[in-house]
């Protein structure tokens, strides 16, 4: 008994050492999983982290929950990509300091034999439209994300609404969606870094729609109102977004690039 | 001359079936009783409240001239005056050191007084130097020689013993016998389930026996 | 390359450069599995001895209780931790969401039923001389008990290595209330869950083998402390 005594005192005595970490400020952000699983914020990061001696703490989820965990104020800054939910978050006045970061585009990606003859429509809303008169499997996010709502966007655009067995609401990021579609051998609408990552050992569909003003992915970073969260870490977070949208952020943006192509688009000043 | 234990109106049943029913039972102390009856006569249930262990469903119990309260704050020191030896005892995991000095340990007495007194009592069992063997591996005869010590190390005022040479070899009843007949000498009562016929007779104490639940026969003599 | 074949060569790989974020998850992960085991220890040990040994009308429901919280999704737990420990919620202000210390919470209410459980199944299945055995020795009621715990602890280690295992594998928690940030609050699990829905199936899976070989070696340390 005294031996096992003193081994779990020495547990706990070496679990309170590994739990006293630098006290170095924390800021937290909510973001949408493509910034994440994109590999950008692994480079965007740390240059702003050593100048700050701060974490950027990321909680990649999709950009319905990114905005609700912002409004119940348990981060400090939201970087997202659905520019109607942003602007009524600041409406709502949950933010405030919504600004332009970055941009890439939706695609619409689907089997190469292309079953529903996507190919030739013209536009975005056109190649819905084709893929629910075939009732060509279609797996849809289904979770709220930005690439939900612009998916909504897109039907109702096409005025159809879709049912049937062919729609397939998966509740689930973008990574597993596209993993299902190629399973499946469906299509669905996919931002083009996440499908970049994808493309060729991890999936076998290809883009069939592109290129449409309507597909256009643009990303804001909004800080969570200090007015309605008086803890938010304001001042860091302006300090984030400043770096963000700056020169040294927006060119690491601009320079990144996966499988040799870039990811991120940023706005010409 | 004074009383040890008195019983008086003492009931116990299990569900609709009584199991135990003392009018009137007066025991002294510095005696050997021995308790005889059948198999289900009310011996065990009889010891275990003897022992405190387990209250009376009615009935009025004294112990020492007062009446015995059976809540924990009043039972505690009436069962460090008191000691009951299961037929098939209990030995903690551990060293048999660290079995015949519990009892002590809770007592607070002291390191040295420990060991003199654990020593003292296996050698009284015929088990001198055993004190490190581990419990768990001591033969039947031994672990029940390692329990009787473990009660006589607390130099108890009242020993309840339940049939203690049933589960053991001839050599070790004979021993146990010797040591027990030699205890009221010593100021210790000894109250002794048993049913060999001889027992009685043989150990020469007073006997109690109970058929049904309830006394039968000559009693004790009350005072 | 065979899928198996790919994850345990990447696994290996992944141990022998000593990967940083495969070391920091594997530290969080033990880190916070271990503080959660210790607190449910505390509170669900007891609180399963204090069950089998008393006997109180309504026990029988209070057993029923604890079984179905046994049952409970992790996602269920963590939802509600959530609501507690968000900035809406009565523990707001502490800002723990995100945290370590709130996969702790988490964890830990997810492991003390398994842990009462366990030792409520050890104590109805314990020898029914001990409490006896050390009353009429002279121990008061606390004593006895304690007596009884210590003969006990093989059953009670068990129900320790049980609570252990159940959250050093979930994710359910450590995702909701940790929220995966990358050496901070991600741990194997939600790092094998991140992966996966990246795609990147083989880096899951060697994660989990890792993560088995973490579970195996605490566990060996665990049995260890069981036989003394």
């Known amino acids: 008994m005294k031996l096992m005594n003193r081994l779990l005192l020495s547990i706990t005595a070496l679990l309170v050492l590994c739990t006293a970490v630098s006290a170095e400020e924390r800021l937290k952000?909510?973001?949408?999983?493509?910034?994440?699983?994109?590999?950008?914020?692994?480079?965007?990061?740390?240059?702003?982290?050593?100048?700050?001696?701060?974490?950027?703490?990321?909680?990649?989820?999709?950009?319905?929950?990114?905005?609700?965990?912002?409004?119940?104020?348990?981060v400090d800054v939201v970087f997202v990509h659905a520019r109607k939910l942003e602007d009524k978050f600041v409406a709502d006045g949950f933010g405030v300091n919504r600004k332009d970061v970055m941009y890439n585009d939706f695609v619409v990606i689907g089997p190469k034999n292309d079953p529903a003859g996507?190919?030739?429509?013209?536009?975005?809303?056109?190649?819905?439209?084709?893929?629910?008169?075939?009732?060509?499997?279609?797996?849809?996010?289904?979770?709220?994300?930005?690439?939900?709502?612009?998916?909504?966007?897109?039907?109702?655009?096409?005025?159809?609404?879709?049912?049937?067995?062919?729609?397939?609401?998966?509740?689930?990021?973008?990574?597993?969606?596209?993993?299902?579609?190629?399973?499946?051998?469906?299509?669905?609408?996919?931002?083009?870094?996440?499908?970049?990552?994808?493309?060729?050992?991890?999936?076998?569909?290809?883009?069939?729609f592109q290129g449409e003003k309507g597909l256009f992915n643009p990303y804001g970073i909004i800080a969570v109102n200090p007015k309605k969260h008086a803890h938010v870490k304001y001042d860091l977070a302006m300090k984030f977004i400043d770096y963000v949208t700056g020169p040294e952020g927006q060119k690491i943006i601009a320079e990144y690039k996966q499988h040799g192509e870039p990811v991120f688009f940023i706005y010409k000043k | 001359m004074e009383t040890l234990y008195r019983l008086s109106n003492i009931r116990k049943s299990y569900g609709q079936r009584t199991v135990l029913a003392i009018n009137e039972l007066v025991l002294r102390p510095g005696t050997l009783y021995t308790l005889t009856g059948a198999n289900g006569s009310g011996k065990s249930t009889l010891l275990s409240i003897l022992a405190f262990l387990s209250p009376p469903a009615s009935g009025e119990l004294f112990f020492g001239g007062a009446p015995v309260r059976w809540n924990n704050a009043a039972l505690l020191p009436l069962r460090r005056a008191v000691t009951l030896l299961h037929q098939s005892p209990y030995l903690f995991?551990?060293?048999?050191?660290?079995?015949?000095?519990?009892?002590?340990?809770?007592?607070?007495?002291?390191g040295d007084e420990q060991h003199r007194r654990v020593e003292e009592a296996l050698m009284m069992v015929g088990l001198a130097g055993f004190e490190h063997r581990r419990a768990r591996e001591l033969s039947g005869g031994e672990a029940q020689r390692v329990a009787m010590a473990r009660a006589l190390a607390l130099g108890p005022r009242v020993l309840l013993l339940d049939e203690p040479f049933a589960n053991v070899d001839r050599d070790t009843s004979a021993l146990l016998e010797e040591l027990v007949v030699s205890l009221p000498g010593r100021g210790t009562t000894v109250i002794m389930t048993t049913h060999d016929p001889e027992h009685p007779d043989r150990l020469g104490g007073e006997l109690i026996h109970l058929v049904a639940g309830e006394l039968a026969g000559p009693l004790p003599a009350a005072a | 390359?065979?899928?198996?074949?790919?994850?345990?060569?990447?696994?290996?790989?992944?141990?022998?450069?000593?990967?940083?974020?495969?070391?920091?998850?594997?530290?969080?992960?033990?880190?916070?599995?271990?503080?959660?085991?210790?607190?449910?220890?505390?509170?669900?040990?007891?609180?399963?001895?204090?069950?089998?040994?008393?006997?109180?009308?309504?026990?029988?429901?209070?057993?029923?209780?604890?079984?179905?919280?046994?049952?409970?999704?992790?996602?269920?737990?963590?939802?509600?931790?959530?609501?507690?420990?968000?900035?809406?919620?009565?523990?707001?202000?502490?800002?723990?969401l995100f945290t370590p210390s709130a996969m702790v919470i988490g964890q830990t209410v997810l492991a003390v039923p398994i842990m009462a459980n366990f030792t409520l199944s050890a104590i109805k299945g314990a020898d029914p001389r001990i409490i006896p055995t050390a009353l009429t020795l002279g121990a008061g009621p606390f004593a006895s008990v304690r007596r009884l715990v210590i003969e006990l602890r093989f059953g009670i280690m068990a129900a320790v290595i049980a609570g252990f295992g159940r959250v050093i594998a979930e994710v359910g928690v450590a995702m909701m209330l940790g929220g995966n940030i990358r050496g901070y609050t991600r741990t194997m699990t939600t790092a094998i869950a991140m992966e996966t829905g990246k795609g990147e199936f083989a880096l899951g899976l060697a994660l989990g083998l890792i993560l088995m070989t973490v579970a195996l070696i605490v566990n060996l340390f665990l049995n260890f402390l069981q036989q003394r």
């Open chain 2, 93 to 110: 995991n551990g060293s048999v050191f660290s079995n015949v000095a519990y009892g002590l340990k809770l007592r607070a007495i002291r």
């Open chain 1, 118 to 208: 996507i190919a030739k429509a013209k536009t975005a809303a056109e190649a819905l439209k084709m893929i629910a008169a075939k009732a060509s499997t279609f797996i849809s996010r289904g979770d709220k994300s930005g690439t939900h709502i612009k998916e909504k966007e897109l039907w109702q655009a096409a005025g159809v609404e879709p049912k049937g067995a062919w729609y397939v609401e998966a509740g689930q990021g973008m990574g597993p969606v596209i993993t299902m579609a190629t399973e499946r051998q469906g299509y669905t609408l996919a931002d083009r870094g996440t499908y970049n990552a994808f493309k060729g050992a991890k999936t076998d569909l290809a883009i069939l």
């Open chain 3, 1 to 96: 390359m065979d899928f198996f074949t790919e994850s345990f060569h990447t696994a290996l790989d992944l141990i022998a450069a000593r990967d940083p974020d495969v070391v920091s998850a594997v530290t969080v992960s033990i880190v916070v599995s271990l503080w959660s085991t210790l607190f449910a220890a505390l509170a669900g040990i007891p609180a399963g001895v204090a069950l089998g040994v008393s006997e109180f009308p309504g026990k029988r429901w209070a057993v029923t209780l604890l079984n179905t919280l046994m049952a409970l999704p992790t996602v269920v737990v963590g939802l509600f931790v959530y609501s507690i420990i968000s900035r809406q919620g009565p523990l707001g202000g502490m800002g723990l």
């Open chain 1, 29 to 74: 952000m909510s973001t949408t999983t493509s910034t994440q699983d994109s590999g950008l914020l692994k480079v965007l990061l740390p240059p702003f982290e050593q100048k700050n001696n701060c974490k950027v703490d990321v909680i990649a989820v999709g950009t319905g929950q990114s905005l609700k965990i912002g409004e119940a104020g348990d």
